[in-house]
């Protein structure tokens, strides 16, 4: 095996929030984004989210004991809703803790996309020999100054459905025992995502774990193995039940394929693993 393969993984969900307090810079700042576009902010709907700033979520994942013993060489951080406190640059923060080398930056304005990116992004550079070791992190916070809708619905629903939650993934070079990373791609439609002639095999081979995020709601092609993601993330939940069970997963299953739909695009987004079954 070749490649970046999964070392280590953590999940956080539902974090105790610090609560709305007194931000009349937050509120400044606000006014001032959204005043161009004839808008104002929500402060009622401000003071009800729980105020989980990234940077608490950074806190979190290095909490792990896997984590933070990481001394990434490149670190990336993916979200697709911005921190409710926009003052931090959490991507170098996160690199400080992580022992201080790492290139880091972050990947948003993407929808649930930015992970995808991410993984692309990790592997051009491992196969350059730009980075032995990388560190992936995606948040998700949910306090918002204005209602941000999910999905085309008509009307849209008034509030985002989500809770705040957080993945990190430590992905190194391959000892020959790992999930690797093979590639990503997108498609228009899950269906398309996962045809043969995107993933370069059929979907229902044996060994091969279909994991569906929550917001896959088309029919996709037949498969006897399928996991379906909790729902409660926009571009978190394919994320934290890779932390949860990567290690199961590679163990018991020669492929792995993560599939989610973002709501807001329409478009279908698939990543591939290869696990230790798949070199039995």
Known sequence: MTGLTVRAAAAVRSPRGRGPGDSPAALDYYRDLLAPFGEKPDEELLGRGAHVHHRDLADLLTADDGVGASRPDLLIVAHALPDVVPFTAVAPYLTDRLGGRATNFAIGQQGLAAPFTALRIASAYHRAGRAAEVVL????????????????????????????????????????????????????????????????????????????????????????????????????????????????????????????????????????????????
């Open 137 to 280: 992190a995606v948040l998700e916070q949910t306090t918002l100054p204005t209602a941000f809708p999910l999905g085309r619905e008509t009307p849209p629903s008034p509030e985002t459905p989500l809770v705040d939650s957080a993945a990190a993934l430590v992905l190194g070079a391959s000892d020959g025992d790992g999930l690797r990373f093979v590639r990503a791609h997108s498609a228009g439609s899950a269906e398309a995502a996962l045809g043969r002639d995107a993933l370069g095999r059929d979907l229902g081979e044996d060994g091969t774990l279909l994991v569906l995020g929550p917001w896959v709601t088309e029919p996709v092609p037949e498969h006897s193995t399928l996991h379906r993601a909790a729902p409660g993330g926009y571009c978190t939940s394919l994320w934290l039940e890779l932390a949860d069970h990567w290690q199961e997963w590679r163990r018991d299953h020669r492929r792995i394929v993560l599939c989610d739909t973002d709501p807001r695009s329409g478009r279908s987004h698939v990543a591939l693993f290869e696990g230790t079954a798949g070199t039995r």
